[in-house]
């Protein structure tokens, strides 16, 4: 069984950063593909970025494009992610989910369905 465990989260001004971490253990996969998603009071989970399990493709939702950027360094914490995310907005306030996919092709997906395992969600709150 494949966990997933985000932290990083909490309350921050308008303008401020935060940064997510994230890590996936156990399954049949050595490797991940990992993403985040964000889901705010009375809207569906929207995807913010992710990255391939050698961290060489990553995508990006428009929004968060110039402000976040999504990392992982393999030789240091194998499925272990961050998101650094600069510039926050009231907008961005939401809970922030992280999954993950064991992946055999080297890229970033994007779509919820693509990612079978994740994690209980860390909040991200951002005071005007």
């Known amino acids: 069984q494949v966990q997933v465990i985000e932290s990083g989260g909490g309350l921050v001004q308008a303008g401020g950063s935060l940064r997510l971490s994230c890590t996936a253990s156990?399954?049949?996969?050595?490797?991940?593909?990992m993403g985040w998603f964000r889901q705010a009071p009375g809207k569906e989970r929207e995807f913010v970025a992710s990255?391939?399990?050698?961290?060489?493709?990553?995508?990006?939702t428009d929004s968060a494009k110039g402000r976040f950027t999504i990392s992982r360094d393999n030789a240091k914490a194998k499925n272990t992610v961050y998101l650094q995310m600069n510039g926050l907005s009231v907008e961005d306030a939401a809970i922030y989910y992280c999954?993950?996919?064991?992946?055999?092709?080297?890229?970033?997906?994007?779509?919820?369905?693509?990612?079978?395992?994740w994690g209980q969600g860390t909040q991200v709150t951002v005071s005007s």
């Open positions: 999954a993950a996919r064991g992946e055999d092709n080297d890229y970033a997906p994007s779509e919820r369905y693509e990612f079978p395992y």
């Open positions: 156990g399954g049949t996969f050595s490797i991940y593909a």
């Open positions: 990255i391939s399990w050698s961290g060489s493709n990553t995508a990006y």
